[in-house]
């Protein structure tokens, strides 16, 4: 980032990476613009094309970027994203108004410190059911956060009691499997319940999982996940591999790659992959337990995007907290978590 005097016009220019670096991009405001409004979208389209219950994007002046590295995805009619056709990260996108085009970053990937971002609110909350990460994040540093039916300030306020869901979502006819796939549908699978004997010393060390007919489930801010994913917070939950089966009942691949996946290794030992298509996270598999396939959350076709019929949520922390470059961001997760406020519409 860099700072610049012209004409008397102040400006700061940030830039922003994907985690195998492929992928950069750089913009300019002026300071007296700062700091940059940022919105927690909770929109299905999100959810879908990148496997998080939430973005974060802030609306940008025209970016200085190569799109060579990049993959476009037409999520709809108006809005082109593009992700890094390395490793997956969700840098950039851009809705066609009329003859104008109107550009955003994801704020997660952007060198920047937080006090740059002005958290301005939650949209398209009604898209969850549960709220999702809304309900969570009400108030980050001291500052109420709207929570918004679908635009902000164009809609509705959104309430924990207005249930409606996304349109798009297809309900899974059988009560024991559960459906995922990504916004292209390049990518789809189900997962069975657990048995009640499986095991995950590996990830819950304290043995906090109480309901054995759900999967343990947790919020990532890791900054592996922030940059291969352009996202400050990841949700995954642990399957075990024998429990999941693709679209045309065969059973998970040894490598994870079926249908539209890529292959990304975010370290030696870690195995990731996302949708070629339309971006989306799908999972991570690391050396240490091969039997355990992290999947991402958002791919789930669920009422409610929290799941918690399927899944039990660890709440008295979250993983990898001190690498969270927002910490005030992570605070109010953590808040809304350790407060009970993730039962508040359960």
């Known amino acids: 980032m860099s700072f ?15 985690h195998c670096r492929a992928s950069t991009l750089s913009f300019t405001v002026p300071t007296s613009s700062l700091p940059i409004p940022v919105h927690f979208c909770h929109c299905g389209i999100c959810r879908r094309s ?57 704020a997660p990937s952007v060198d920047a410190e937080e006090e740059v971002w002005d958290f301005a609110g939650h949209v398209f909350v009604g898209s969850t059911g549960d709220g999702g990460l809304a309900t969570l994040m009400r108030r980050i540093d001291g500052k109420e956060l709207g929570l918004w ?18 349109a798009k979502a297809v309900a899974t006819p059988e009560l024991d499997r559960l459906y995922a796939h990504c916004h292209c ?13 499986e095991t995950f010393t590996e990830i819950d060390e304290d043995n906090v999982r109480k309901h054995k007919d759900k999967w343990l ?29 693709l679209a ?21 030992d870690v195995h990731r992959t996302f949708c070629g298509k339309c971006g989306a996270a799908v999972s991570y598999v690391c050396d240490e337990r091969p039997h355990v396939v992290d999947v991402a959350v958002g791919l789930l076709d669920t009422g ?18 001190d690498d969270a470059v927002w910490k005030n961001v ?16 359960g």
């Open 50 to 106: 990148t496997g998080t219950l939430c973005t974060a994007g802030a609306v940008i002046p025209e970016p200085v970027v190569d799109l060579s590295s990049l993959t476009a995805y037409h999520s709809s009619e108006q809005l082109t994203r593009w992700f890094c056709s390395t490793c997956g990260a969700h840098l950039l996108g851009a809705i066609q108004l009329a003859d104008a085009a109107h550009w955003f970053v994801s």
């Open 330 to 345: 992570r605070d109010a997760l953590k808040s809304g978590l350790s407060s009970g406020l993730d039962m508040a519409s």
């Open 217 to 245: 489930a947790i919020h990532d801010v890791c900054t592996s996940c922030r940059l291969t994913i352009s996202t400050f917070v990841i949700s995954w939950f642990f399957p075990s591999r024998s429990h999941i089966t």
């Open 185 to 197: 549908g390049g990518i789809e699978f189900g997962v069975s319940r657990p048995t009640g004997d």
């Open 304 to 321: 409610d995007v929290r799941a918690k019929d399927w899944l039990e949520w660890r709440t008295y922390k979250l993983a990898w907290e």
């Open 149 to 166: 039916d679908t635009w902000s300030g164009k809609s509705a306020p959104w309430h924990p009691s207005e249930r409606h869901v996304d």
């Open 4 to 18: 610049v005097q012209e004409a008397s016009v102040a400006t700061r220019t940030f830039h922003a990476r994907c």
């Open 248 to 268: 045309d009942g065969s059973p998970y691949p040894a490598d994870g790659i079926f249908g539209t996946a890529k292959a990304y290794r975010s370290s030696p």
